[in-house]
T-cell receptor
Framework: AQKVTQAQTEISVVEKEDVTLDCVYETRDTTYYLFWYKQPPSGELVFLIRRNSFDEQNEISGRYSWNFQKSTSSFNFTITASQVVDSAVYFCALTPGYSSASKIIFGSGTRLSIRP | NAGVMQNPRHLVRRRGQEARLRCSPMKGHSHVYWYRQLPEEGLKFMVYLQKENIIDESGMPKERFSAEFPKEGPSILRIQQVVRGDSAAYFC?????????????????FGPGTRLTVT
């Protein structure tokens, strides 16, 4: 079975603090993709990153960074020096990489509130 | 290149009416996926379609829900005799279904969603 767990339902921090959103996944596939999406209050889904299972290199994009560890089946997301505009719901997701029927399995999301 | 388009963006229906949600995939994309997001929850897969074919409908409720993706025109998600529990955001995603430069064959691009409210 495939599953994505985001144990943190809500996080609230003060602006400029660093914050890490946890993501743990389960899959028996050897090839898969992991994603992070942002859903701001306006409701659309904003794609942030896709990482395949063979690439464990951490990635940094501006204030965003991702830590992928296959040994612990985790794909955590860190925002450095958070800003009010980062307030949103963040979803971690998983899809098999081998099949054309690659439906995406989403976690339940973490609601991040950045206080000024 | 226009992104995935969904209309209407907001839809209000009374209990017992029908809801029809439309999704126009990105140009050149032949695969469409529908997801449902209930209030305060993550997105859940409903159905995966290629032109004129349903590939995977494992997430579709057994009754009242149907989907199609005709040879011409948008994909349609149809909900008959809506109930309050159908109130949700419905997202469509499309993928090229073949290798394209810089993206996987099945990279999914999401539309803005249709928010259905059943009163």
């Amino acid at each position: 079975a495939q599953k994505v767990t985001q144990a943190q339902t809500e996080i609230s921090v003060v602006e400029k603090e660093d914050v890490t959103l946890d993501c743990v996944y389960e899959t028996r596939d050897t090839t898969y993709y992991l994603f992070w999406y942002k859903q701001p209050p306006s409701g659309e889904l904003v794609f942030l990153i896709r990482r395949n299972s063979f690439d464990e290199q951490n990635e940094i994009s501006g204030r965003y960074s991702w830590n992928f560890q296959k040994s612990t089946s985790s794909f955590n997301f860190t925002i450095t020096a958070s800003q009010v505009v980062d307030s949103a719901v963040y979803f971690c997701a998983l899809t098999p990489g081998y099949s054309s029927a690659s439906k995406i399995i989403f976690g339940s999301g973490t609601r991040l509130s950045i206080r000024p | 290149n226009a992104g995935v388009m969904q209309n209407p963006r907001h839809l209000v229906r009374r209990r017992g009416q029908e809801a029809r949600l439309r999704c126009s995939p990105m140009k050149g994309h032949s695969h469409v996926y529908w997801y449902r997001q209930l209030p305060e929850e993550g997105l859940k897969f409903m159905v995966y379609l290629q032109k004129e074919n349903i590939i995977d409908e494992s997430g579709m409720p057994k009754e009242r829900f149907s989907a199609e993706f005709p040879k011409e025109g948008p994909s349609i998600l149809r909900i008959q005799q809506v109930v309050r529990g159908d109130s949700a955001a419905y997202f469509c995603a499309s993928s090229p279904g073949r290798e394209t430069s810089g993206a996987g064959a099945y990279e999914q691009y999401f539309g803005p969603g249709t928010r259905l409210t059943v009163t």
